[in-house]
């Protein structure tokens, strides 16, 4: 908390401010101080310490710290309880763990890495610690375990949103939970769920969000924002534009059902009006046709060939070409 009080001092001060001030400000010594300070270097922050100015705040780490995301953040519900780890091998495992010991609402769990990070269906997704963003996210909506998918919806919106505030370039999403710009996958999304029959006890949804990669490094079809904006990113304010963006689309979700949500969806959906081609998840029935909506429980309708509609829920997805 020290630390959070004397970077707060150093950030609303443009010049240097003296050991004493900030002793008197804070009651304690300067001694303390200068403990405090030595250890915020070794997060990272760049401090100059000059005989009789004092220290002056230089530049911060480019780290996904706690009090860094709270700062300005101003959320009421989403990443109020912040939990930060240097490396993991999945936010989403270390989620479940949380959920297990109760873990309020709106309890965020972040990772500069991640040596086991996962999509959907199994698959891995490349983690480098410091180029991207891997967070889980525990929520506990009262809905039925059956309109779990529509959170998937909403954190799809909130990305495309959040990038689109911060970069101003229009992404899309490839149903159920990419997030593509020029066909290039940016983000992805997972969603898990705690729940008996009847009721949903908390959700988990984790993102991944290519930042600061380099196309080598990732898998075919993926790019970063860093590619795609040819300058380097701040990974901080991207994730902040998301917790806030997030908050808004799930508040109005729980105050004014599903449509607005589905409405937002459709307005970045790449898939709608599209023909495309789905492997269902057990890989024995294949549906090809035009994908025409979603309905009020995340499903794809896909009017077939045969002028029938068919619903899915899960699976794999082809654009076919136009």
Not at 87 to 93: E, G, N, R, Y
Request: hydrophobic share 40%; with cysteine.
């Amino acid at each position: 908390m020290v630390n959070q009080d004397i970077l707060r001092i150093l950030k609303s001060n443009l010049e240097h401010v003296s050991g004493e001030e900030i002793s008197s400000g804070l009651g304690i010594s300067r001694a303390a101080i200068w403990k405090h300070i030595q250890e915020l270097k070794d997060l990272g922050y760049d401090i100059a310490a000059v005989p009789h100015l004092g220290y002056k705040l230089l530049s911060s780490p480019d780290k996904l710290l706690p009090w860094e995301i709270k700062h300005n953040l101003k959320n009421r519900l989403i990443a109020r309880n912040i939990y930060y780890y240097e490396s993991l091998p999945s936010t989403m495992d270390k989620a479940a763990e949380f959920v297990s010991s109760n873990a309020p609402e709106g309890t965020l769990i972040i990772a500069e890495g991640q040596t086991k990070g996962r999509g959907r269906m199994g698959r891995a997704w490349v983690s480098p610690k410091y180029k991207g963003i891997y967070f889980s996210l525990i929520i506990k909506p009262k809905i039925l375990p059956q309109q779990a998918p529509v959170l998937t919806l909403i954190s799809a919106v909130a990305i495309c949103r959040a990038l689109k505030q911060q970069l101003g370039i229009e992404f899309q999403i490839k149903w159920p939970n990419d997030i593509l710009v020029n066909n290039k996958k940016i983000a992805g999304i997972l969603t898990e769920l705690s729940a008996e029959m009847d009721i949903v006890h908390a959700i988990i949804i984790g993102a991944g969000i290519n930042v600061n990669n380099t196309e080598a490094s990732l898998p075919d079809g993926g790019s970063s924002l860093k590619e795609i904006t040819g300058q380097k990113i701040n990974r901080l304010s991207i994730l902040q534009s998301i917790l806030r963006c997030f908050e808004k689309e799930y508040l109005q979700f729980l105050e004014q059902g599903v449509e607005p949500t589905l409405s937002d969806w459709r307005h970045f959906s790449l898939t709608l009006g599209r023909r495309v081609k789905l492997n269902t998840n057990d890989k024995r029935h294949q549906i090809i046709g035009e994908a025409v909506d979603i309905d009020s429980e995340g499903g794809l309708l896909v009017r077939l060939d045969s002028g029938l509609t068919e619903r899915v829920m899960a699976g794999d997805i082809i654009h076919c070409k136009r």
